[in-house]
């Protein structure tokens, strides 16, 4: 089952915090990556800070068996996702403002689940695909490039480029390509 990611950072050493991110989770998921995107620096995301971030996606190849659960397989992924995120130093827990909208601030890192192989999760804690990926060009970005690397733009992902043309613009910086080697 394919897995796609979205990780970022800006605070410390971002490139050295997404490396560390993609080290781990192949140790958690007891799988290398299959690919991953180029390393995109991007102003932040709905809040205001003076540290870019530095994004990309990650692709897993998960071998579960045919009969998976997909609501408790994507939350076992979310609590490795989360778990990683505490040991590269990130704390505190998601906070809301009065209207009940999500408040973003700078961290060391984050990884979203963006797919979930075909699967459509709607739960309190996880929804898959993930419902604002679609708005943000760092993540639609790297996403766009990973599905040519893995030639599954067509089948995994359908509509993939027709739904970035229509993601509201964001500044984005700078490609750096710092994939890492698989060896």
């Not at 408790?72 to 490795?80: H, P, S």
């Not at 990884?111 to 075909?118: A, N, R, T, W």
């Not at 030639?151 to 984005?172: M, T």
């Not at 910086?173 to 710092?178: G, K, Q, R, T, V």
């Amino acid at each position: 089952v394919q897995l796609y990611l979205s990780l970022g950072s800006n605070q410390g050493d971002r490139r050295q915090n997404l490396q560390a991110a993609l080290s781990c989770l192949n140790i958690d998921l007891k799988t290398p990556y299959k690919a991953v995107s180029s390393f995109i620096e991007t102003e932040p995301w709905g809040f205001e800070s003076d540290e870019k971030f530095l994004n990309a996606v990650a692709l897993y190849e998960l071998n579960l068996p045919e009969n998976y659960n997909p609501e408790a397989e994507g939350l076992m992924i979310l609590e490795i996702c989360k778990d990683i995120e505490r040991r590269l130093g990130r704390t505190g827990e998601p906070e809301y403002d009065e209207k009940g909208e999500r408040i973003y601030r700078s961290r060391p890192i984050d990884i979203d689940i963006l797919l979930f192989g075909d699967n459509r999760i709607d739960c309190e804690e996880l929804t898959v695909p993930h419902k604002l990926m679609y708005e943000r060009d760092f993540v639609m970005i790297p996403l766009q490039e990973i599905t040519g690397q893995a030639g599954n733009d067509e089948n995994v992902i359908p509509d993939l480029i027709g739904d970035l043309k229509k993601a509201p613009s964001q500044k984005v910086e700078c490609l750096i390509d710092c994939r890492l080697d698989r060896q």
